[in-house]
């Protein structure tokens, strides 16, 4: 009978991505995602794809979300203006 796959949460997708950044090692990256959720790590591969999705993308989730170009640059406007000094 073939195990179940589980889903992992962004939660355990984040920590996994800041692990192997921490250690430069998915094997170690997955050692702590054992001892720190109880459950056997997402295979070795698995992991390496998310730590290549998120250095590409800045993400861990699925999808292709991309805000429109106007409401980035609507945001970036805002959050120099907040940051000017005020004279």
């Given amino acids: 009978m073939a195990s179940a796959r589980r889903v992992i949460s962004v939660i355990e997708k984040a920590k996994l991505v800041c692990w192997v950044e921490e250690t430069n090692s998915v094997a170690m990256a997955a050692r702590?995602?054992?001892a720190e959720f109880g459950h056997p790590a997402p295979k070795l591969e698995t992991?390496?794809?998310l730590h290549q999705?998120?250095?590409?993308t800045g993400s861990v989730t699925s999808?292709?979300?991309s805000p429109s170009q106007s409401a980035t640059m609507a945001q970036?406007?805002?959050v120099r203006s907040f940051y000017e000094p005020r004279l």
């Fill in 76 to 78: 970036l406007s805002s």
């Fill in 47 to 49: 992991i390496k794809k």
């Fill in 53 to 56: 999705q998120f250095m590409e």
């Fill in 63 to 65: 999808g292709s979300y």
């Fill in 32 to 34: 702590r995602y054992r």
